[in-house]
């Protein structure tokens, strides 16, 4: 298995709910991020882990816990989400801070 | 001002042409900048990466930079049905920084 792999691809659930994403990387990457996709807007950086470090939080809400547990893996637990959290959740992961970001498959996420 | 400007498009090319796609950037010190193709429904995909004032060429594909005029784009010669997606224009602070900022994206139609 080669690249940077994300699950599950789809997942529903209501505002109460929790849930994790996860993202693993094959890749011998030291850098993962997460990034929301939202329909007519920019892709927007959430989290950045650097040697498994968190080096960004781009003032992202408290309703999703960022972990890395080491450099191929990350997660991105959820927790009472609203509606317009509903979006593509993509994780990425480089080499390190100066090199091109590779992207996973992604989660669409839909809360009811 | 957005920080990353692209043309959302549509932008529709016959088969066999040049399309050309455009962005421009408000943070002048931007040191790095990569095209990235994504098909409905799927992942970013790394296409060009250029750091250097000039053109990068890489098959069909030529990355133009102008910082002075703060406008990186994307030509595609011998356009192809399949070079049909959304790309996405994304530029980066400075070495060393991890944030990666990204236009909305310009949707490519490629018209056998």
């Known amino acids: 298995e080669t690249g940077v792999t994300q699950t599950p691809r789809h997942l529903v659930m209501g505002m109460t709910n929790k849930k994790s994403l996860k993202c693993e990387q094959h890749?011998?990457?030291?850098?993962m991020y997460w990034y929301k996709q939202s329909a007519k807007k920019p892709l927007e950086l959430m989290f950045v882990y650097n040697f498994k470090e968190q080096t960004e939080n781009n003032s992202v809400p408290s309703r999703f816990s960022p972990e890395c547990p080491n450099s191929s893996h990350l997660f991105l637990h959820l927790h009472t989400l609203q509606p317009e959290d509903s979006a593509l959740y993509l994780c990425?992961?480089?080499?390190?801070?100066?090199?091109?970001?590779?992207f996973g498959d992604g989660t669409r996420l839909s809360i009811l | 001002q957005k920080e990353v400007e692209q043309n959302s498009g549509p932008l529709s090319v016959p088969e066999g042409a040049i399309a050309s796609l455009n962005c421009t950037y408000s943070?002048?010190?931007?040191?790095?900048f990569f095209w990235y193709r994504q098909y409905s429904g799927k992942s970013p995909e790394l296409i060009m990466s250029i750091y250097s004032n000039g053109d990068k060429e890489d098959g069909r594909f030529t990355a133009q930079l102008n910082k002075a005029s703060q406008y990186v784009s994307l030509l595609i010669r011998d356009s192809q049905p399949s070079d049909s997606a959304t790309y996405l224009c994304a530029v980066k602070l400075n070495f060393g920084n991890e944030k990666l900022t990204f236009g909305t994206g310009t949707r490519l139609t490629i018209i056998p």
């Open positions: 943070d002048r010190v931007s040191q790095s």
């Open positions: 990425a992961s480089s080499q390190d801070a100066d090199q091109p970001q590779h």
């Open positions: 890749l011998g990457h030291n850098a």
